[in-house]
């Protein structure tokens, strides 16, 4: 059985940079498309971005540019650079693996998630 954890949420000023980090157990990720989504409070989950089992990645328009998803096959994780951090960033952030060719930005489409971890842009 799957297992994903997430890391690296916190407490940070607008236009600052967190590092997330989804690391997986109990079973490879290199034939996984691993996600990110975002939840904020009385707003759905949405996709923020995505990277495939060849290292292809997709981003949400609000965080392109921005934000940098890439994986460490060899230590089972993924992690999502988080840079110039905006006030509207601010949600409890997902990690998902899904089968290797999925439309990424569909919540259905994955088959495993963590718990969140919880990331806050304030001054």
């Known amino acids: 059985q799957l297992q994903l954890v997430e890391s690296g949420g916190g407490l940070v000023q607008p236009g600052g940079s967190l590092r997330l980090s989804c690391a997986a157990s109990?079973?490879?990720?290199?034939?996984?498309?691993i996600g990110w989504f975002r939840q904020a409070p009385g707003k759905e989950r949405e996709g923020v971005s995505c990277?495939?089992?060849?290292?292809?990645?997709n981003y949400a328009d609000s965080v392109k540019g921005r934000f940098t998803i890439s994986r460490d096959n060899a230590k089972n994780t993924v992690y999502l650079q988080m840079n110039s951090l905006k006030s509207e960033d601010t949600a409890v952030y997902y990690c998902?693996?899904?089968?290797?060719?999925?439309?990424?930005?569909?919540?259905?489409?994955?088959?495993?998630w963590g718990q969140g971890t919880q990331v806050t842009v304030s001054s």
């Open positions: 109990g079973h490879t990720l290199d034939y996984h498309s």
């Open positions: 998902a693996a899904g089968g290797p060719l999925i439309s990424w930005i569909n919540v259905n489409e994955y088959d495993y």
């Open positions: 990277i495939n089992s060849g290292g292809f990645t």
